[in-house]
């Protein structure tokens, strides 16, 4: 069974940062592409971004080019997302995923989620 379990989202200033991390368990890590989405209230999921399996290529979405970094550490099997110069419209649910299509924007399993505010 997958368990997709992410962590460090919180209540941060606009202008500030935040580093995310997602802990996998489950399935080889390093066998896998993974990957952030997003979801803020009354809009639909949002990739954000994707790291591939093998050569560490990344994938990022357009609303947050140049503003959020994703990387992974496979001797620890932990995918990060480090957002920086943040604004409230960053304001959503984050959410890792597994087997993440940075074309598609399909994946397979994600985990619950960590809310992350940025206040004005």
């Known amino acids: 069974q997958v368990n997709v379990v992410e962590s460090g989202g919180g209540l941060v200033q606009a202008g500030g940062h935040l580093r995310l991390s997602c802990a996998p368990s489950g399935r080889t890590f390093v066998s896998y592409a993974w990957g952030w989405f997003r979801q803020a209230p009354g809009n639909g999921r949002e990739f954000v971004a994707a790291?591939?399996?093998?050569?560490?290529?990344?994938y990022y979405g357009d609303s947050v080019k140049g503003r959020v970094t994703i990387s992974k550490d496979n001797a620890k099997s932990t995918i990060y997302l480090q957002m920086n110069d943040l604004n409230p419209g960053a304001t959503a649910v984050y959410y890792c995923?597994?087997?993440?299509?940075?074309?598609?924007?399909?994946?397979?399993?994600w985990g619950q989620g960590t809310q992350v505010t940025v206040s004005s």
């Open positions: 790291i591939a399996r093998r050569e560490d290529t990344t």
């Open positions: 995923a597994s087997e993440v299509n940075p074309f598609t924007k399909e994946c397979d399993y």
